[in-house]
């Protein structure tokens, strides 16, 4: 009898110990799983936080330009005199030639990001060619500005309504929708995508846009 029950003993030990090994072995898989999972989670959230700055950063030199490009423009025609053409000279250089340097660093910087951030690779190149068409409009709009005179003004201002007309605004389309693609990849649920956007699109608006362009958003709000 006490032969027996020492192997009862012995088994119950036995699986007291492999259920105590069970037990602990689960406990390292579980917290391996946290640790996994935690892992992946502020991989995904460093993710949106690139994706996020590099679409604001080039949003903004959209913006800039688009808002420069279109108000600077304005005050170009054949009816531009001598007297007031310095002060659009003036203009054009503080507003379209000086900062140049600034946000061509910032839109490379932003797209260098893009390329190596963990999303859709066939989005980012498809957003940065919607992206270059449109500052290549820009360019084009600054380099008709450029050498600006008296006797050139009327066929500068011709140049630049031929650049932009029904250009901007189908490209304006593609751009914004290519940018929502590239958030949506960055782990966005599609229901949020617009409004991040939209978030992204008026904040810039706020810091670089036309001061009209942004009471109008008041106003709709």
């Known amino acids: 009898m006490g032969k027996k029950l020492g192997l009862v003993v012995a088994l119950l030990c036995l699986s007291l110990v492999t259920t105590a090994c069970g037990m602990a072995r689960n406990?390292?898989?579980?917290?391996?799983?946290?640790?996994?999972?935690e892992s992946r989670h502020q991989?995904?959230?460093?993710?949106?936080q690139t994706v996020i700055a590099a679409v604001t950063d080039l949003v903004e030199v959209f913006v800039y330009y688009d808002n420069k490009v279109g108000n600077d423009g304005y005050l170009i025609s054949d009816a531009l005199d001598a007297e007031i053409l310095p002060t659009v000279q003036t203009v054009i250089q503080t507003d379209l030639i000086d900062p140049k340097a600034k946000f061509e660093s910032q839109e490379t910087k932003a797209i260098k990001k893009l390329r190596a951030a963990n999303i859709s690779q066939t989005d980012v190149s498809n957003m940065v060619t919607n992206y270059?068409?449109?500052r290549e409009v820009h360019k084009k709009s600054v380099e008709a500005m450029q050498?600006?005179?008296?006797?050139?003004?009327?066929?500068?201002?011709?140049n630049l309504s031929q650049i932009r007309t029904g250009l901007m605004s189908?490209?304006?389309?593609?751009?914004s929708y290519a940018m929502m693609m590239v958030i949506y990849d960055a782990g966005y649920p599609g229901k949020e995508v617009s409004t991040e956007y939209s978030t992204i699109l008026e904040n810039a608006m706020r810091r670089y846009g036309d001061p009209a362009d942004v009471a109008k958003i008041d106003a709709a709000q």
Do not use: C, P, W, Y
Request: hydrophobic content about 35%; charged content about 25%.
């Open 27 to 37: 406990g390292r898989h579980s917290e391996s799983m946290e640790t996994l999972m």
């Open 132 to 134: 270059r068409q449109i």
């Open 170 to 175: 189908e490209l304006n389309s593609d751009f």
């Open 43 to 48: 991989s995904k959230a460093a993710t949106k």
């Open 147 to 158: 050498g600006l005179t008296v006797d050139n003004a009327g066929q500068a201002a011709q």
